[in-house]
């Protein structure tokens, strides 16, 4: 696909159309879902196990390709198709936090961050002072910095998780796409990395994240999107998508919705016995 002719919306920064993905078994993991991330947006996936939510994830971030539908990027005021722009280009527009993200070769913290620099660099060049000031400011954001020197895997898991965190914010992409990136968190950690993803997804950028905590997603996402089987159940603030009914359609759960001042708080009571 070229490009498309000028947006109405100026706000807009990436749209998916019709997004299907069908698998080799002819599974059909996700059927027809339509989804805008907006500049100044931190969007949220919810939902139960198997709805869809990090398959639709991997196809907004271009790490799958749809069976069907497409997705497109805002690049000079006009839609683009992101199967039209070169590896490079995705690299330095787009960032894709894996969940349960992890390293799995010995080398220093500082070095691995310094990778989410990579896509802005020819193969020949060495780091700037601006990647290097880049990194710095990434571990500062991360509380990493007091890592710089150690090896990467003899950190704990969650420390692992916030330098992978860093390597995201080095790059400074438009998007940042995170599956599940508290997953493995203490509380101060969660509230950390959604504060990074709040303080990112301002001005000209946005994050779409991965989560099950839904108090979290009340508090700190724009937008969210409930998919269920495979498919969109509903679109909105979190106070139109979180309230009691949804939730038992969706999880099959009673809930308590409570809110003090402009915090939303969705507390788990039981399951349902007939969901």
């Known amino acids: 696909m070229g490009l498309s002719p000028a947006l109405n919306d100026e706000s807009l920064l990436l749209t998916g159309q019709q997004l299907t993905f069908t698998v080799a078994e002819g599974?059909?993991?996700l059927r027809a879902v339509n989804v805008t991330v907006n500049q100044g947006e931190l969007v949220g996936l919810i939902g139960p196990n198997g709805a869809g939510k990090?398959?639709?994830?991997?196809?907004?971030?271009g790490v799958d390709a749809p069976s069907d539908g497409s997705v497109?990027?805002?690049v000079s005021g006009s839609l683009k198709s992101i199967s039209?722009?070169?590896?490079?280009?995705?690299?330095?527009?787009?960032?894709?936090?894996v969940q349960g993200a992890k390293a799995y070769w010995p080398i220093e913290?500082?070095?691995?961050?310094?990778?989410?620099?990579?896509?802005?660099?020819?193969?020949w060049q060495q780091s700037s002072d601006q990647d290097q000031a880049k990194v710095i400011r990434a571990m500062e954001l991360t509380e990493t910095l007091i890592h710089r020197n150690r090896i990467v895997t003899t950190l704990s898991g969650g420390e692992q998780a916030l330098v992978m965190m860093a390597r995201v914010l080095a790059g400074e992409p438009?998007?940042?796409?995170?599956?599940?990136?508290v997953a493995t968190l203490d509380p101060y950690h969660q509230l950390h990395v959604m504060e990074l993803l709040r303080a990112h997804a301002k001005g000209e950028k946005a994050a779409v994240?991965?989560?099950?905590?839904l108090s979290l997603a009340a508090r700190f996402c724009d937008r969210i999107y409930l998919l269920n089987d495979g498919a969109l159940f509903c679109e909105g603030s979190p106070e139109a998508v979180l309230s009691q009914h949804n939730?038992?359609?969706?999880?099959g759960i009673d809930s308590q919705i409570t809110r003090v001042g402009k915090e939303l708080s969705v507390s788990p009571i039981a399951r349902l016995s007939n969901y």
Do not use: C, N
């Not at 913290?109 to 193969?123: C, T």
């Not at 438009?174 to 990136?181: C, G, N, R, S, T």
């Not at 939730?247 to 999880?251: E, G, H, L």
């Open 209 to 213: 994240v991965v989560l099950h905590d």
């Open 54 to 61: 990090s398959t639709l994830l991997r196809l907004l971030s």
């Open 174 to 181: 438009e998007v940042i796409f995170a599956d599940e990136p």
């Open 109 to 123: 913290v500082e070095k691995m961050i310094a990778l989410g620099r990579l896509p802005f660099q020819k193969w």
């Open 72 to 74: 497109s990027l805002v």
């Open 27 to 29: 599974a059909t993991l």
């Open 247 to 251: 939730i038992a359609r969706v999880y």
């Open 84 to 97: 039209a722009l070169s590896v490079h280009e995705r690299a330095q527009k787009m960032s894709y936090l």
